[in-house]
């Protein structure tokens, strides 16, 4: 195995424009509201001249270096990256692996998506196969739901909670699209979307840019006092868990394999212990509670204690979606893991405001897309 | 000896009761019971109905069905043709016997052919089977009848249309029942018709159908075939005669001089017509009841009609059971309101015309022939895993390009998770989906005929071939799940 990258990267910069319904901005609007939010962070006031390359995430966008380069007006080299909902968090892991080699000083890392010129409130449903019909993403992560319900006693209440929990985050996060407060009775109540998630259950559908400036860590403080550095990042693939004989449907192996790596990247021995803040992967609802036992915030179907007792709240013990996660940011893919890690550095840094974790040292930021075959997790910690 | 080996039918289990097309929604204890199967009873039902075809069904779909019945307990490998009898088949241009012969999965070098154009399609293509074995080009041909005809919204054919299919096994060898002879006559008459651009079934005056169509060619049919065969009407021991609607069936039964204990049930009120399946399946009705030694005789109607003569063997007794006319019209999920009834036959207005998006590729659709048509997998050679759809390497071992194919469509799995969408469009959400595993194989499936109520994790299940989607203009097909009736397994 390799020596990975821990402590040879670090984020000067971050930027995040107003996540939302926003029908009067372009992908360039919004790409432009982040990236010159991150330049400013990171102090940068010629990137003609201060950033060496782009690596930007889209998912719905097939033209990401056409649309940043024209909108940023760089002459740079642009790589797009797309790996399903991992799309922003693999941007953001390209930046880092090319400054960890040596092939750049400092780069800046742009992820976007813009879902809501499609015309419809939620994911498309094609036609063009037979196969595997619906293809929605509530109905390919409520797969889990029957099993893990049957087996460890769990349901759509403990769900709900999680709803609840990030709909309150999100009250206090400037740049969230949804800012109301909602109860358990709510949730319940909504109607069905793929059982079990209600329409709470799920993220809202938004569109978004969010950008992070890398540059080398020993080059940190000429940017910033305070820079943070990149202790792990990791993507996992895996074929579709949906054929896997060996899928109990208890957890998504994807996270479990991407824990594995970055945990052993970053030396984690306790996440439990050791990890202060974490951006979780809440598409939905069960989504979010799986990636605590599969990321080893807790045992395997102890999850509904540690809602129940408040552990991963803002004031608890692990407190996970400081922000309101996908739930109130809405889910523009490419920007998600980026958003992720603009949150994870805003509270590294201690400027997230009222949201504000005490003393956070070592912040995880966690993306799950796909069927799901594909995880990306971010570590990061105050140098 | 010529005859009929085997048999099959299938009838949708959705009912349209006669009151729900009359606007009356059914009580909710009056469905619930009916969806129990309470009150089967011929006679002591408070509800005629009809039989429907839901929006994932039509004359394929449940030709597919009856024929999976009617192969139970044979080697499909033996069939050396396929006759598809409709009216209904969904496209002008394309086969529709190839189609069932794919999911089927016969041979590939099976002699195909489509009856279609007549309600007599399905009686003509008995017919052609038995001629095609006596004459010794086939030694075995699987005949399927099915029918889902469309009758315009509030009319009277949409009370006494069914929909249904039936199949036979014609065989030189071993049958249940030996053909004695048919006779047929062919006569030019507009009296229903469907052209080609109508949607629904036209008729004329019913008076006329019935007086100058129906009863006087129906009779002549009976009469010639008794004539060559040197036979009596009242020498069957069941007459199995196809119908407009009741009435004239009781007419023409008293004009033969029949016994009304030998005139077999023509199921109004239950089935209702079912087109070119219709006399197939009346004479697959009269099988399930028979016994050795018995005389058959079935008519049907079309621009003329054509009667056929059985005699039952020995043999009847030893087959294997099956389910037949019987088994289905016991198992019924009733519709709940006519606006559903008119959403899954794609009646009701929508905001867009359907079959804007391109659909299943073609070239796609060819390559996963096999699999989506046929649900035939894989078992891998090396560690015996059996997986779907094929691919190259070997989901549990790794082991490259060492698999055997193995057909999963007449095999019985079980649910090993669900969900229930109300996203998809269906007439009648949610969509219930499951991961099912078919020996030892993950495959993503629909689950029909249930409720969520009565979906469970472990439920078995046994997959049954279904439109999927109408994705460019054209019928898709694939599997679906079902429960297995009673939950056994095979």
């Known amino acids: 195995m390799s020596e990975g990258i821990r402590d040879r990267v670090a984020v000067v910069g971050v930027g995040c424009c107003q996540f939302g319904e926003n029908w009067d901005q372009s992908p360039s609007d919004m790409i432009v509201d982040a990236a010159y939010e991150a330049y400013q962070d990171a102090g940068i006031d010629d990137p003609q001249r201060q950033i060496d390359a782009v690596f930007t995430g889209s998912l719905y966008s097939q033209k990401g270096p056409h649309e940043c380069s024209d909108a940023l007006k760089l002459w740079k080299p642009v790589t797009m990256v797309s790996n399903y909902c991992a799309t922003g968090t693999d941007a953001f892991r390209c930046g880092v692996m090319s400054i960890a080699c040596g092939l750049y000083d400092t780069v800046l890392v742009v992820g976007y998506d813009k879902p809501k010129d499609r015309g419809v409130s939620g994911p498309s449903v094609m036609m063009n196969q037979v196969r595997d019909l619906p293809q929605t993403p509530a109905g390919w992560f409520a797969l889990c739901a029957a099993t893990y319900f049957e087996k460890y006693g769990a349901g759509r209440e403990d769900l709900a909670r999680i709803a609840v929990k990030n709909h309150h985050n999100g009250t206090l996060a400037p740049k969230s699209f949804l800012k109301r407060e909602i109860t358990v009775k709510d949730v319940l109540e909504a109607r069905l979307i793929s059982w079990p998630f209600g329409l709470y259950d799920c993220a809202a559908q938004t569109d978004g840019a969010a950008a992070a400036v890398l540059t080398r860590a020993d080059r940190a403080r000429q940017h910033r006092a305070d820079p943070v550095l990149v202790k792990a990042v990791t993507v996992q693939a895996g074929p579709n868990p949906q054929k896997d004989p060996g899928n109990d449907f208890l957890s998504w192996k994807p996270t479990a394999w991407a824990a594995r790596d970055a945990y052993r990247q970053a030396g984690i021995a306790d996440p439990r212990a050791e990890i202060d803040v974490a951006q979780l992967h809440d598409c939905f609802t069960l989504t979010e509670l799986l990636s605590y036992e599969d990321l080893g915030f807790c045992e395997k179907g102890a999850a509904k204690e540690h809602i129940a007792s408040g552990v991963f709240e803002l004031t608890g013990e692990l407190p996970v979606n400081t922000d309101g996660g996908l739930k109130t940011f809405g889910h523009p893919t490419g920007a998600t893991g980026v958003r992720m890690i603009y949150e994870n550095v805003l509270q590294l840094q201690g400027r997230a405001g009222a949201r504000q974790v005490k003393n956070a040292e070592l912040a995880l930021s966690h993306n799950i897309g796909g069927h799901p075959t594909a995880c990306g997790i971010a570590i990061l910690g105050r140098s | ?490």
């Not at chain 2, 429907?52 to 069904?57: K, P, S, T």
């Not at chain 2, 129906?214 to 069957?236: H, K, M, N, Q, W």
């Not at chain 2, 006319?325 to 016991?330: D, I």
């Open chain 2, 1 to 490: 000896m010529v005859g009929i080996a085997s048999y099959g039918a299938y009838v949708p289990p959705t009912r349209l009761a006669f009151a729900t097309i009359s606007g009356r929604e059914l009580e909710r204890s009056e469905s619930d019971k009916r969806a129990r199967g309470e009150q089967s009873a011929r006679g002591e039902r408070s509800e005629p109905e009809r039989s429907v075809a839901w929006n994932d069904e039509d004359a394929v779909t449940m030709g597919v069905a009856a024929a999976v019945e009617c192969l139970r307990g044979f080697d499909r490998a033996s069939v050396d043709a396929l006759l598809f009898a409709s009216t209904t088949y969904p496209f002008r241009e394309k086969q529709g016997a190839a189609l069932v012969a794919k999911a089927l999965d016969l041979r590939r070098d099976v002699a195909t052919a489509d009856h279609a154009g007549s309600l007599r399609a399905g009686s003509a293509a008995l017919r052609s089977a038995f001629d095609a074995v006596a004459a010794g080009s086939a030694r075995s041909v699987l005949v399927v009848a099915s029918d889902c005809r469309l009758a315009a919204p509030g009319s009277g054919l949409e009370r006494s249309f069914g929909d249904g299919a039936a199949a036979f096994l014609v065989s030189d060898t071993e049958p249940i029942a030996t053909f004695e002879g048919g006779f047929a006559i062919a006569d030019e008459i507009v009296d229903l018709w469907r052209g080609e651009r109508d949607r629904f079934v036209h008729t004329w005056e019913e008076r006329f159908v019935v007086q100058e169509g129906y009863t006087p060619s129906l009779i002549e049919a009976v009469r010639g075939l008794c004539a060559r065969l040197g036979a009596s009407p009242g020498d069957f021991s069941t007459v199995a005669l196809y119908a407009p609607d009741e009435r004239s069936h009781a007419s023409v039964a008293r004009a033969l001089r029949l016994d009304p204990a030998r005139v077999a049930d023509p199921l109004f009120g239950r089935l209702g017509n079912t087109g070119a399946a219709f006399a197939p399946m009346l004479l697959a009705a009269a099988l399930e009841s028979a016994r050795p030694g018995e005389r058959l005789l079935v008519a049907g109607y079309g621009d003329g009609a054509e009667a056929l003569a059985f005699r039952t063997t020995g043999r009847i007794e030893k087959l294997e059971p099956r389910r037949g006319v019987g088994w289905h019209l016991a198992r019924r999920r009733p519709v709940r309101s006519y606006d559903r009834y008119l959403a899954a036959r794609s009646l009701d207005a929508k905001e867009w015309e359907s079959g804007g998006d391109p659909g299943l590729s073609a070239t796609i659709h060819f390559r996963e022939r096999d699999e989506d048509l046929a649900l035939v997998g894989q078992r891998c050679r090396h560690c015996g895993a059996v997986q779907f759809p094929r691919q190259r390497v070997c989901e549990s071992c790794f082991a490259k390009d060492d698999f055997e194919p193995m057909r999963l469509s007449d095999r019985t799995g079980r649910v090993v998770t669900y969900t229930f969408d109300f996203f998809f469009p269906t007439p009648d959400p949610p969509t219930i989906v499951t991961v099912t595993e078919i020996d030892g194989a993950r495959v993503h499936l629909q689950l029909v005929d249930t409720s969520p109520k009565e979906t469970r994790i472990g439920l078995p299940v046994e997959p049954t071939f279904r439109r999927i989607h109408q994705g460019g203009g054209r019928p898709n097909y694939y599997w679906k799940a079902r429960p297995v009736p009673g939950g056994e397994t095979k």
